[in-house]
């Protein structure tokens, strides 16, 4: 089963360890050349640290199918980032696209509150003419020693759709040296979803950090509706988007994953 109509649930437990929310709009160029000084005060109060990167454009490549292809270098693209005071929220702008971050997913309704005062800001600041994608993605790690469930296969907490290899009670989980899923669905006519789930051992990029060698189950939900979404619509999209990842996310755990979670 990938999808279920088990109701919305809010887990003590949740394995939420990343969600973004981004909408890509049509270039606007002066946020590249501009700092956006009007924009962080209208949202200083709420992200008040502040700073600026420069992040490299991919080249650009013309040419093809013909006896020159060139590659061109393209200028870098600026990336600003406001900061919340405790650091668990980022909220990124560039000329292609605006993103709100969090290592701290406190359920839906406050993730969007969140979002509502930075993305009114942005609309009546720079007045984009639409959003190119609107997208969010829930990058979930379950990690069994921490739900109290050691010895326990994945096949018991995943549906089989993405532990069907593992299904196979003859052969020791520990044989699997690679078992992902990979899937890319069409939800309805303007959405649909990337999907990555397995088990692996999740890295820490931090110089120094610490690794944990702990065997972890990564179910990483990249949802997108594309096409040209009027402002205007964008929560509604988002609200869409939200109600799709609930039924592919109660889909993917078993009862016995549930009762470990720990419905509220």
Request: aromatic share 10%; net charge positive; with cysteine.
């Given at each position: 089963m990938l999808f279920s109509d088990h109701p919305r649930t809010h887990y003590r437990n949740a394995p939420a360890h990343e969600v973004i929310c981004?909408?890509?709009?049509?270039?606007?160029?002066?946020?590249?050349?501009?700092?956006?000084?009007?924009?962080?005060?209208?949202?200083?109060?709420?992200?008040?640290?502040?700073?600026?990167?420069?992040?490299?454009?991919?080249?650009?490549?013309?040419?093809?199918?013909?006896?020159?292809?060139?590659?061109?270098?393209?200028?870098?693209?600026?990336?600003?980032n406001f900061v919340s005071e405790d650091n668990q929220w980022k909220l990124?702008?560039?000329?292609?696209?605006?993103a709100l971050s969090t290592l701290r997913y406190p359920g839906w309704e406050e993730f969007a509150l969140h979002l509502d005062k930075p993305?009114?800001?942005?609309?009546?600041?720079?007045?984009?003419?639409?959003?190119?994608?609107?997208?969010?993605?829930?990058?979930?790690?379950?990690?069994?020693?921490?739900?109290?469930?050691?010895?326990?296969?994945w096949s018991e907490l995943f549906a089989p759709a993405y532990t069907a290899p593992m299904q196979d009670m003859s052969i020791a989980e520990d044989r699997f040296l690679n078992c992902g899923c990979d899937l890319t669905l069409k939800l309805d006519s303007s959405c649909r979803a990337k999907i990555h789930a397995g088990p692996g051992v999740v890295k820490r990029n931090a110089p120094g950090a610490p690794q944990d060698p702990e065997v972890k189950f990564l179910?990483?939900?990249?949802?997108?509706?594309?096409?040209?979404?009027?402002?205007?619509?964008?929560?509604?999209?988002?609200?869409?988007?939200?109600?799709?990842?609930?039924?592919?996310?109660?889909?993917a755990i078993t009862d016995r994953l549930r009762d470990a979670l720990d419905a509220e």
């Open positions: 981004q909408l890509r709009f049509p270039s606007i160029l002066t946020i590249n050349t501009v700092e956006p000084a009007d924009f962080q005060e209208a949202i200083r109060a709420e992200f008040p640290q502040y700073a600026r990167r420069q992040d490299a454009a991919p080249p650009r490549i013309t040419g093809l199918g013909g006896p020159n292809p060139k590659v061109e270098q393209q200028p870098p693209v600026t990336n600003y990124n702008l560039t000329k292609d696209f605006i993305l009114a800001a942005f609309i009546r600041l720079y007045k984009p003419a639409y959003f190119l994608r609107v997208g969010l993605r829930y990058v979930n790690v379950f990690s069994r020693s921490r739900l109290g469930l050691e010895g326990v296969r179910f990483d939900m990249d949802l997108s509706m594309n096409g040209n979404t009027p402002c205007t619509l964008a929560a509604g999209a988002l609200e869409t988007l939200h109600g799709h990842s609930t039924r592919l996310f109660e889909g």
